[in-house]
């Protein structure tokens, strides 16, 4: 009965990923690996939730392919590596979609529909992928609890983060503040500095204005000071100018007035005008000026200078900076220290207020053109360009932000700064450079988190403030407000509740407030588990995390709310290590977009190439960090140049295996009594072993797939090759060479098949299950594991492990190598036999000796002393009759070869060979007959004119200058 079922010549890699994935499902093997290690000990991975409101692409199989690899790894090597799906329900993205679906847009409309309507459908919208996003996670081969996700609109979650900020509040850390923060005019809410930071774009166009802002005390005329300004409709909310106090500033003469700016400045004016007097800095602070416009003109101190030597810059500008306290962050501190107004003359809309008679009513960005005509013709305005620099936009909606000063809830992160860098620094990055680069950069530029949302579809701000005194209170679970996790806890429902102020007895009302949907996320390793409501044990097994693993920009995203929450919460890292991978782009480096129609569906690339060459492309590709260029042919060199080399060793062994009926179970020789070749690739085996755990203990996928990829070619291009013959010869009188031959390579293709599960978890089922029997029709061998991902992760036996063997065959293949290219600066064909090749160099071993003869195909093999520091092979290319016939009878059984394939003969059909030839070739043939014979499986040689009816195949052509007939029938 056969033991091993019949290779097909083509993978069909994605035919056979999709019956391995109902093979699968029908085992039940995932849930069968987990129950496999229960209670050993945990290897903690937490998935970082997507929003399921948007068909994934390309981009998210990237990072599920490496966050799919590692816990199969560890899985294997012996951990419990719980996968617990998540879902990110909250926040803009969703609101956004359902605002378009709607037609509606902005805060007035949401309300006017209703909000309990609003977000019932933001609700629903969450999973309208998931579908999707299921069907891509499958097909991937990542293996995820989809069953039991956690969602961030569940009320056990939000109730947990409740109590997070609670904890947070008790510590001092939560307070309400008036802060210039970024703003979305058209969201109509604050955003955190890391939402802030996703949004960044370059080359953004503006107008980059100089203004002149007259001196209400000025000897000798009209004397303005010089401001310069890229964003002219903050000036009607100008409240103040700031100078350097120990810088020089000059007075230039300029027509149409003086005008005083800083001396190392003098270059904006570009050789305009005459320096008439300068003056410190000092001189200049507490002196007024009159308000460029003379709409809603503050109460109070306001158009003063003021002393800023940590905000006046003498890089950029004028050393005179415009401020606006309502629209700067720095500017609204410089004001509040100097007892000058703050007044807003915008709108939470970005809109001019109404009572402005100039401008109300106007978009901000909008009224800059005629901000700057009106300028012009007051004679204020100095010059006025374009200029193209970095500006943010909303992550979401992509609207122009601006910075607005209101009042939000923040949580006073940079208290806690120092911790948060300590933390990081005990992190392990992969890439390195990122602890200390983008995250640790990020972290010593920290500020507070604003955390507070004026939207919708969130998690509700837990804040109940008393109407009469005022009192705050912050609540840390549901039942503090009468409630339960079986209630919905979002708005509006939870607007509702109304609580009793313990101060004076009056009504508290919840602040309307949500939080930032980013604060969800972080809390997903306690929030999960419903911590500290219950599974308080299982949460503290489990955090931190041991590994973690999402794209680049997750640094100020996912990262740092993770590390903040669990800093605050805890005073401990919220993960041991972090992938941090670039994005994907396109085969040019572009970025995907439809507008660009250069976007990949992850399923084409699947049903395609198969999901396994997409994950090993990306794993192979580049080293982490580095962006990630797809395209199909690209993806398509991966099956090519790797997958194929592997099915081939794979088929040749199964093909032979067959026809031999090779049993793995048997007794074999024992290792050390096996040729050379078969230790040295055993060793290699343990080499690439050792070198892809320590590659993967330490995060690196592409250290670890690139390790396999040169084993994998020493095997193919050096081991089999080498090894061909071993297989075909009959195994009588071998010594067991034979034997030793299947043994080794089952052996090698085995172990693969676990190496590979973690990575290419398909082929590697289909490769295992073939080898151990599972796939013929009978049963399966006692003690052998249904499925590869049941079986541990290799580990190198220390008996195959020989560094020795390894230098020697390296040293071989360099001297083959070295004798190759003597051939080939002598134009003679490796398969035209030499007489001898001396090695200059040290004596080769006796095996490695006949392998090199060989290789070189080379009679003899001498020795002489090094002619230099390195060995040498130096060639004796005089060619002999008796050679030269040899090497006809090469080139002959190289051609009768192709024309059994051509014949479609199994690889063991015996044939009979028709050889028509004359001269020198038919007495090649007649002197090497034998050689003939064992090369191309001949059972007899005819050497004679032939019926084209007596073949199955025939060729007529010229062999080295020999015209020649041959013709191949089975035996």
């Given amino acids: 009965m056969p033991r091993f079922t019949p290779v097909p010549p083509r993978a069909a890699l994605a035919e056979g990923e999709r019956e391995v994935l109902a093979f699968w499902k029908a085992a039940d093997v995932f849930a069968r690996t987990l129950a496999r290690r229960e209670g050993a000990p945990p290897f903690v991975f937490y998935e970082g939730p997507p929003t399921a409101n948007g068909r994934p692409g390309v981009h998210h199989v990237l990072t599920r392919a490496f966050k799919d690899l590692f816990p199969r790894y560890r899985q294997m090597a012996g951990y419990q590596v719980d996968r617990k799906a998540g879902w990110d329900t909250h926040g803009l993205p969703v609101e956004l979609e359902i605002e378009r679906k709607l037609g509606i847009s902005g805060k007035r409309q949401i309300e006017e529909f209703g909000v309990a309507r609003f977000n019932a459908l933001c609700r629903e919208s969450v999973s309208e992928y998931i579908d999707d996003w299921e069907a891509m996670t499958e097909r991937l081969g990542f293996w995820l609890d989809m069953e039991h996700p956690y969602r961030t609109y569940d009320s056990a979650y939000i109730e947990s983060v409740w109590w997070s900020l609670k904890r947070i509040w008790d510590a001092g850390l939560l307070e309400q503040d008036y802060k210039v923060v970024p703003y979305c005019p058209r969201c109509q809410t604050s955003l955190s500095s ?390 994907v782009v396109d085969k040019r480096g572009k970025k995907m977009s439809k507008s660009r129609g250069n976007i990949i569906s992850p399923f084409e690339l699947f049903d395609e190439f198969g999901a396994d060459a997409t994950r090993w492309y990306f794993y192979a590709s580049v080293s982490a960090g580095t962006e990630y260029r797809v395209a199909p042919e690209l993806v398509q060199d991966v099956v090519r140049r790797f997958i194929l080399t592997l099915w081939n060793v794979y088929k040749f062994f199964v093909e032979y295996a067959e026809i031999d009926g090779f049993d793995p179970v048997a007794p074999v020789p024992e290792v050390g009594s096996r040729p050379v070749l078969d230790r040295w690739v055993l060793a290699r085996l343990a080499q690439a072993i050792d070198g892809v755990r320590a590659a993967l203990d330490a995060y690196d996928a592409t250290d670890a797939s690139r390790i396999i990829e040169l084993f994998i070619e020493d095997v193919s291009k050096w081991y089999v090759r080498r090894s061909r013959r071993r297989f075909w010869k009959s195994d009588s009188g071998d010594g067991g060479d034979k034997l030793s031959a299947y043994a080794t390579l089952f052996t090698v293709l085995d172990t693969l098949s676990r190496l590979l599960a973690p990575f290419m978890p398909f082929l590697a089922e289909r490769m295992y299950r073939n080898l151990n029997g599972l796939t013929a029709d009978h049963p399966p061998i006692e003690g052998v594991a249904d499925s590869v991902h049941l079986t541990d992760f290799p580990v190198a036996p220390a008996a195959t492990r020989d560094p020795e063997v390894i230098a020697e065959m390296s040293r071989l293949r360099r001297l083959v190598e070295e004798g190759l290219a003597a051939r080939e600066t002598a134009r003679i064909k490796v398969r035209q036999p030499l007489a001898c090749a001396t090695v200059r160099g040290d004596r080769l071993d006796p095996e490695l000796e006949a392998i090199f003869a060989d290789e070189l195909n080379v009679r003899a093999v001498d020795y002489a002393p090094r002619a230099g520091e390195h060995e040498a092979v130096v060639l004796d290319t005089e060619i002999t009759d008796e050679l030269r016939r040899e090497g006809m009878v090469r080139e002959l059984s190289r051609k009768v070869n192709e024309l059994r394939k051509q014949a479609g003969l199994a690889l063991d059909d015996r044939i009979t060979l028709h050889v028509d030839a004359d001269g020198e070739l038919r007495r090649a043939v007649e002197a090497h007959r034998e050689h003939l014979e064992r090369e191309t499986l001949a059972t007899r040689i005819v050497l004679d004119p032939f019926d084209r009816e007596a073949v199955a195949v025939e060729w007529e052509g010229d062999l080295g200058g020999q015209h020649v007939r041959l013709g191949v029938a089975r035996a």
């Fill in 194 to 583: 890391h939402e802030l930071s996703q949004g960044y774009r370059d080359h953004v166009p503006d107008p980059s204005v100089h203004v002149k802002f007259r001196l209400n005390d000025a000897e000798g005329g009209d004397v303005s000071l010089l401001a310069w300004t890229t964003t002219p409709w903050t000036l009607p909310g100008n409240v103040a100018l700031a100078v350097h106090p120990g810088e020089t500033y000059a007075r230039v003469h300029l027509d149409g007035g003086d005008v005083i700016l800083a001396e190392k400045r003098l270059e904006v004016l570009r050789g305009e005008g005459e320096v008439v007097a300068r003056m410190p800095g000092s001189a200049l602070v507490d002196r007024t000026y009159a308000p460029l416009f003379t709409e809603m003109i503050p109460e109070g101190k306001a158009f003063v200078v003021l002393s800023a030597p940590q905000l006046v810059s003498m890089d950029e500008g004028t050393g005179v900076v415009h401020t606006a306290a309502a629209y700067g962050e720095a500017d609204l501190e410089l004001c509040r220290r100097a007892g000058v107004a703050v007044r807003h003359v915008v709108g939470l809309d970005g809109c001019f207020l109404p009572e402005h008679a100039r401008y109300g009513g106007q978009f901000v960005k909008e009224a800059d053109p005629q901000i700057v005509e009106d300028l012009r013709a007051a004679g204020r305005l100095l010059r006025s360009e374009s200029i193209e620099h970095t500006y943010p936009f909303c992550w979401r909606c992509e609207s122009p932000l601006i910075y607005y000063a209101l009042t939000s809830w923040f949580i006073r992160t940079t208290e806690v700064k120092q911790r948060l860098l300590a933390h990081n620094r005990s992190v392990g990055w992969q890439p390195a450079h990122i602890r200390d680069g983008r995250m640790g950069n990020w972290l010593e530029n920290l500020v507070d988190w604003n955390v507070s949302r004026s939207r919708y579809w969130g998690t509700p701000l837990p804040i109940w403030i008393c109407e009469e005194c005022d009192a705050k209170r912050c609540v840390g679970s549901a039942a503090e407000v009468g409630l339960t996790v079986d209630d919905d806890l979002h708005k509006p429902f939870i607007d509702e509740v109304t609580l009793p102020c313990p101060g004076c007895g009056g009504v508290m009302r919840r602040c309307p407030d949500v939080i930032d949907c980013w604060y969800d996320s972080g809390a997903m390793p306690f929030a999960q588990w419903h911590y500290p409501f219950e599974n308080v044990e299982w949460f503290e097994q489990r955090h931190p995390a041991d590994f973690i693993c999402e794209a680049i920009d997750q640094t100020r995203g996912w990262f740092f709310t993770l590390l903040a929450e669990s800093t605050l919460l805890f005073d401990r890292p919220a993960y041991r290590n972090v992938i941090c991978l670039s994005h």
